[in-house]
């Protein structure tokens, strides 16, 4: 077993090393060059970091190739994934200089499976959201929990084959007693079921929240643990959600009911049905919204309206 992941590390290193030769070959010949290439360079590349056993550089990859014909404005994000994707390179090739909890983060990122360690936590943990990403060979549900006790959030992630959805499910705005078991890394809030001992019930219990302002400035902190780390998971107390001009055009924010500042939604939230089903709940009024927080804005995924009331599902 030993000997088994000691070839697979050297395979992801040697894939690394590669991956940084065709990072320095674009930054050298001009990011124009990448428009010209198109998407077959990139998948190339990706097919070679499966092959290396990375499949977390693949995604980081595949990720690069759909980034010229994303519109205006594409070669700035172009330069800034490829610097995210050489720092991954990087803190992979001298993992062993890391701090443990930083060094598990980048096994995570390059796609090496982690398993819970440490003691298991009980508590009655609130379901916040379940939503599901597929793609043409997995399907990843993600179910995000609050202890109500505990105040901690996690994340419980369940696979299912291309077309088929994942075992676990959970209710949302319901409560499940249960044991969870902690996944290393830095900014990581995954967790692994590890019993339950009763089925889920209702519950008046709500997470607590933050203003818009604490919520973009805990964001930046925990990208100093993880600079990999799309969005965090954030609970707005008295948000209300309002129309926004922006020069890409009309958009939507999530305002605080009592200051000065708002947060963008995220393209994705705009062009959902449900965006409507939270400006109906809101009303004008201010609401608590649960969502995931990041550098593209925010993704509202459960809302709960001022006074008493049921959580309804945004996803």
Known sequence: MRRRAERRAERITAGATELEERLADLLRSGLATAEQ?????????AARMVDAQAPGLAACVRELGS??????????RLLEECALLHLLDQGWLHRERLPAALAA?????????????????????LVL???????????????????????????????????????????VGLTIDAELSAHPGTGQQRASLAKQF?????????PSGMTTTEAIARYGETLRDDPWLESVPTTLTDVIPT??????????????????????????????????RLVALSGGAPVTVFGECGHRGFTPLTAWPT????????C
């Open 37 to 45: 290439a198109g998407y077959a360079l990139w998948e190339e590349t």
């Open 67 to 76: 980034i010229p014909a994303s519109g205006p404005g594409w070669p700035e």
């Open 105 to 125: 983060t980048v096994r995570t990122r390059v796609g090496l499976a982690s398993t819970p360690e440490g003691p298991t936590v009980r508590d009655d943990w």
């Open 129 to 171: 959201a379940q939503y599901d990403t597929p793609d043409p060979k997995l399907t990843t549900r993600r179910i995000w929990l609050h202890g109500t006790t505990t105040g901690r959030t996690a994340l419980l992630l369940s696979y299912g084959a291309a077309g088929r959805a994942p075992e676990l499910t959970l209710p």
């Open 198 to 206: 009763a089925p889920p019930t209702p519950t008046s219990a709500r």
């Open 243 to 276: 129309p926004a001009s922006t020069p890409a055009g009309d958009s939507w924010q999530l305002a605080d009911a009592d200051g000065d500042t708002a947060l963008p939604l995220t393209p994705a939230a705009v062009s959902r049905p449900a965006l409507w």
């Open 307 to 314: 006074g008493p009331g049921e959580a309804v599902r945004l």
